[in-house]
Nanobody, 120 residues
Framework: QVHLVESGGGLVQAGGSLRLSCTAF????????MAWFRQAPGKEREFAVA????????YYTDSVKGRFTITRDNAKNTVYLQMNSLKPEDTAVYFC?????????????WGQGTQVTVSS
């Protein structure tokens, strides 16, 4: 089992930045692929970014490429999402996810979500 705890969400103006954190408990973190998904109001949950267990590979959906950066610190069991140049359309609940396989998924464990609101 893996328990994921997210933090760092909040309200920010368009053009601003936020950093989300997700700490994992219960399994060797360095064996897990990690990802962030997001769910906007009235929409389905969508993939945003992912990072391999080693941190050597990352993948970004087109809508966040160049603005978001995912990193991980295996010594702290934590993955981070740095979000810059935020837009109102980035408003969503952001979910951290962990998978025991490849970065492409599937993702087996989920956090509770953290709200990110970007005002125009």
């Amino acid at each position: 089992q893996v328990h994921l705890v997210e933090s760092g969400g909040g309200l920010v103006q368009a053009g601003g930045s936020l950093r989300l954190s997700c700490t994992a408990f219960g399994r060797t973190f360095s064996t897990l692929a990690m990802a962030w998904f997001r769910q906007a109001p009235g929409k389905e949950r969508e993939f945003a970014v992912a990072i391999s267990w080693s941190g050597g590979s990352t993948y970004y959906t087109d809508s966040v490429k160049g603005r978001f950066t995912i990193t991980r610190d295996n010594a702290k069991n934590t993955v981070y999402l740095q979000m810059n140049s935020l837009k109102p359309e980035d408003t969503a609940v952001y979910f951290c996810a962990a998978g025991v396989g490849a970065m492409e998924g599937p993702y087996d464990y989920w956090g509770q979500g953290t709200q990110v609101t970007v005002s125009s």
